[in-house]
């Protein structure tokens, strides 16, 4: 069973630019989570999608947005971007039914920002 | 609030020593869900361990074992006999019970060093 995929693995972009990032789920799985993390914040939750709908949100600025398609796949985009956005974006796909399920991480897109 | 402590920042043990990572968490809920993730330098999350709030039966698992309390809010990880391919960053995270939702919360990491 192929795990999560995240791709791409590294980015740089520049200040002020926009970015997208792509997450493929573990088949059969209908949630994708997000999630960003630095040295100094740790793991913040960005958002939850759950069959194409948004299903919970974080703290995170307008900037910061996503969607799901019908095959389950999520992509984020952080638009105008910061110095602060350089991070570690992370995906997390379960099968969302139910809270008592285990989350599979991808390994994650690293973003710097110049 | 929801929260997770790990006191630990960083531990550091020689190869075979025992070492338990602690973790506290704060919720309200009545049923919640508490995990424990193992991150190597590789970056991604490998999940370990789920435990649900109405279960505090400890559980073994080759090296490793989990201790549960409800009464100090408590879900500590020891690993036995510790190696090298242990070295990486280790999360605890809590999960509401009471919505459906996939969101987690997680801890600020332990990172463990075993040295050979």
């Known amino acids: 069973k192929a795990g999560v995929t995240q791709t791409p693995r590294y980015l740089i972009k520049t200040r002020g630019q926009q970015v997208t990032l792509s997450c493929s789920p573990i088949?059969?799985?209908?949630?994708v989570s997000w999630y960003q993390q630095t040295p100094g914040q740790g793991l913040q939750f960005l958002f939850e999608?759950?069959?194409?709908?948004?299903?919970n949100k974080g703290n995170f600025p307008g900037r910061f947005s996503g969607r799901q398609f019908s095959n389950s796949r999520s992509e984020m985009n952080v638009s105008t971007l910061e110095l602060g956005d350089s991070a570690l974006y992370l995906c997390?796909?379960?099968?969302?039914?139910?809270?008592?399920?285990?989350?599979?991480f991808g390994q994650g897109t690293r973003l710097t920002v110049v | 609030a929801q929260k997770v402590t790990q006191a630990q920042t960083e531990i550091s043990v020689v190869e075979k020593e025992d070492v338990t990572l602690d973790c506290v968490y704060e919720?309200?809920?009545?049923?919640?869900?508490l995990f424990w993730y193992k991150q190597p330098p590789s970056g991604e999350l490998v999940f370990l361990i789920r435990?649900?709030?109405?279960?505090?039966q400890n559980e073994i698992s080759g090296r490793y074992s989990w201790n549960f309390q409800k009464s100090t809010s408590s879900f500590n990880f020891t690993i036995t006999a510790s190696q090298v391919v242990d070295s990486a960053v280790y999360f605890c995270?809590?999960?509401?019970?009471?919505?459906?939702?996939?969101?987690?919360?997680f801890g600020q990491g332990t990172t463990l060093q075993v040295k050979p």
């Open positions: 997390a796909s379960s099968l969302g039914n139910t809270p008592n399920t285990e989350a599979f």
């Open positions: 088949s059969g799985h209908r949630s």
């Open positions: 999608y759950f069959s194409e709908t948004q299903r």
């Open positions: 919720t309200r809920d009545t049923t919640y869900y």
């Open positions: 435990r649900n709030s109405f279960d505090e």
């Open positions: 995270a809590l999960r509401h019970g009471s919505s459906n939702t996939g969101k987690l919360i």
